[in-house]
């Protein structure tokens, strides 16, 4: 009996395990992403988590190269102290909406692999990305009956904006000339660029996703540099090939040339040798012409025979 439940406990285990392997090969889409992120979130969520201290949520491999945090505040403290969350620091008076008393902040570094979703799911023709995609979220606790079911709230600055450092995450180095622009990836699929706050520092009045982009002209100039690189090497072996195969051209021609003259030569020759005869005076040979004329005939008359 204890064996069969055993067995049962593995199957089932497998079983989860290749629905979860599913649906995580299945995300194409950011809001996915957070949905799948925030379960994971408050299934390792405890209420007994000190407030105030971060925690590192531990993601299944399917999921790998994606790191998330989560801590929980007080809203009145919050609002008052403001916090250091990772990458992101809210002023004093940011504000959660609507908080009831306890929030759950959960903040996201999506790696450079996962952040192609945004790419991808956001219009960023012209320009890619430099940094990983950061998110900022905030979700209600309640009571323990509706730790399963979270929903978001609203993160909102006071005075001072919230401020994103993608200083330890970029792959940009600041000396190579290039700006980068901040960007904000909103859940209605709409994109705003702007410049910013200081070198790889960005400014945000509210929670959602952000990330460093760049314009990226270089590597069509580079394409076309290359192409222009084999147009020429091209053009010159076909010039070569071209001067080349004239130059067999003009041999050919001139060896026609040369054996048709050879043979009217040999063909005039033969003509005259058999237009004259080779005959000795003496000791000097000289050309006849062959006898062309009638000889004389002998004719006897019988009458006088």
Same mark, same amino acid.
């Given at each position: 009996m204890g064996f069969l439940f055993s067995l049962t406990l593995v199957f089932l285990s497998i079983a989860s395990l290749s629905t979860l392997q599913t649906q995580t090969q299945e995300i194409k889409s950011a809001r996915l992403l957070d949905l799948v992120i925030r379960d994971y979130a408050f299934k390792s969520y405890n209420k007994y988590f000190r407030t105030g201290k971060l925690h590192q949520i531990k993601l299944p491999a399917n999921l790998s190269g994606i790191n998330v945090d989560t801590v929980r505040f007080r809203c009145g403290s919050l609002q008052r102290y403001g916090a250091k969350i990772k990458e992101f620091h809210l002023g004093i008076g940011v504000t959660v909406h609507p908080c009831i008393e306890r929030v759950v902040i959960v903040r996201q570094n999506l790696g450079f692999n996962w952040s192609s979703i945004y790419y991808d799911n956001y219009e960023l023709s012209g320009y890619r990305l430099i940094s990983p995609v950061l998110g900022l979220l905030a979700y209600n606790i309640g009571d323990s009956k509706n730790i399963s079911t979270p929903s978001e709230l609203g993160i909102q600055a006071g005075k001072k904006p919230i401020t994103i450092d993608f200083s330890n995450t970029t792959r940009l180095n600041i000396t190579s000339g290039i700006i980068p622009l901040c960007a904000i990836f909103d859940h209605d699929g709409k994109v705003t660029l702007f410049s910013q706050a200081s070198p790889n520092i960005c400014v945000a009045t509210r929670h959602g996703h952000f990330g460093l982009v760049v314009e990226s002209p270089l590597i069509p100039l580079k394409k076309k540099t290359l192409s222009n690189w084999k147009i020429t090497i091209g053009s010159t072996i076909g010039a070569a090939l071209g001067a080349f195969l004239l130059s067999l051209l003009l041999i050919a021609m001139f060896v026609n040339?040369?054996?048709?003259? !050879?043979?009217?030569?040999?063909? !005039? !020759?033969?003509?005259?040798?058999?237009?004259?005869? &080779? *005959?000795? &005076?003496?000791? &000097? *040979? /000289?050309?006849?012409?062959?006898? /062309?004329r009638t000889l004389p005939r002998i004719e006897h008359d019988d009458q006088y025979t």
């Open positions: 040339a040369k054996k048709k003259a !050879r043979m009217e030569e040999l063909e !005039r !020759r033969a003509y005259e040798e058999e237009a004259l005869q &080779v *005959s000795m &005076v003496g000791h &000097v *040979s /000289t050309h006849t012409a062959s006898s /062309t």
